[in-house]
C-alpha cells in the first residue's frame, strides 16, 4: 500500500515551453502533496505544498507564476513548469501524506513518488 | 533554503563491513526520518523516529534519535552490495514538513 506514481518518468522539451507533472497517489488518498526538486548530485529541495481544494504554499524564493501548482483532487496533484529555460532541468519529486485520520502510522509519513527527469533544451 | 549536515559526504566500504553515518542541525526537529534513493528513482523510507533518545532497527539498519533532538544516527551492519545508493536524513518541522540532509553517498566493493 501506499504508492505515488509520477507521469512522464522523463520529459526533454523546448526551451519557453510549458511542461506538466502529474502526481497520483494510487491506493490512498491524501490531503497534501509536496513538490520537491534535486540538482544532480544534491538533496531534495522542498518547492511547495499543496493541499486539496486550496491554493499551493510555497517555499521562498520559488515562484508561484512559474510553477503552478494545481490539487484539484485527494488522489492528484499536478506541477506545470511555465517557459521552460535550460536552468529549470531538474528531477521533480512529488510526495503524498495520507489524508488526516487515517488508521495506523501511515497517517504521518510522506510516500514518494519515483520522480521525473526534465531535461529543457 | 534549510539542510542538515550529513556526513561522511560519501564512503567506500567492503562487502561485510559495517557502516555508520549522521545528520547534525542547529535546529530541533521533534521527527527525523532516513531514506535511501537509487539513480533515477525517488527516495524509499527506511525508518522512522518519533521520540528523542529512540534506537530502531529495521533488519540491518538501525537508526537513534538524538537525545538533544538536533542529531541522528543510521548504522548499516554487515553491508552487501545492494546497499549502495545515496542515504539521506530528513527532519520533520511543525506537522509535515520535511527538510532533507545534504546526503551520504555509499559504494560498497564486492
Known amino acids: 500500500g501506499a504508492v505515488v506514481s509520477q507521469h512522464p518518468s522523463w520529459v526533454i522539451c523546448k526551451s519557453g515551453t510549458s511542461v506538466k507533472i502529474e502526481c497520483r497517489s494510487l491506493?490512498?488518498?491524501?490531503?497534501?502533496m509536496f513538490w520537491y526538486r534535486q540538482f544532480p548530485k544534491q538533496s531534495l529541495m522542498l518547492m511547495a505544498t499543496?493541499?486539496?481544494?486550496?491554493?499551493?504554499?510555497?517555499e521562498q524564493g520559488v515562484e508561484k507564476d512559474k510553477f503552478l501548482i494545481n490539487h484539484a483532487s485527494l488522489t492528484l496533484s499536478t506541477l506545470t513548469v511555465t517557459s521552460a529555460h535550460p536552468e529549470d532541468s531538474s528531477f521533480y519529486i512529488c510526495?503524498?501524506?495520507?489524508?488526516?485520520?487515517?488508521?495506523?502510522?501511515?497517517?504521518?509519513?510522506?510516500?514518494f513518488g519515483p520522480g521525473t527527469r526534465l531535461t529543457v533544451l | 533554503g534549510q539542510q542538515l549536515n550529513q556526513s561522511p559526504q560519501s564512503m567506500f566500504i567492503q562487502e561485510g563491513e559495517d557502516v555508520s553515518m549522521n545528520c547534525t542541525s542547529s535546529?530541533?526537529?521533534?521527527?527525523w526520518l532516513w531514506y535511501k534513493q537509487d539513480p533515477g528513482e525517488g527516495p524509499v523510507l527506511l525508518i522512522a523516529?518519533?521520540?528523542?533518545?529512540e534506537l530502531t532497527s529495521n533488519g540491518r539498519l538501525t537508526a537513534q534519535f538524538g537525545i538533544t533532538r538536533k542529531d541522528s544516527f543510521l548504522n548499516i551492519s554487515a553491508s552487501i552490495p545492494s546497499d549502495v545508493g545515496i542515504y539521506f536524513c530528513?527532519?520533520?518541522?511543525?506537522?509535515?514538513?520535511?527538510?532533507f540532509g545534504t546526503g551520504t553517498r555509499l559504494k560498497v566493493l564486492a
Open positions: 510526495s503524498a501524506r495520507p489524508e488526516t485520520g487515517t488508521s495506523g502510522d501511515l497517517w504521518n509519513e510522506q510516500f
Open positions: 491506493d490512498f488518498q491524501a490531503t497534501t
Open positions: 499543496s493541499n486539496e481544494g486550496s491554493k499551493a504554499t510555497y
Open positions: 535546529s530541533i526537529f521533534n521527527t
Open positions: 523516529l518519533y521520540k528523542a533518545g
Open positions: 530528513a527532519g520533520q518541522i511543525g506537522t509535515y514538513k520535511y527538510i
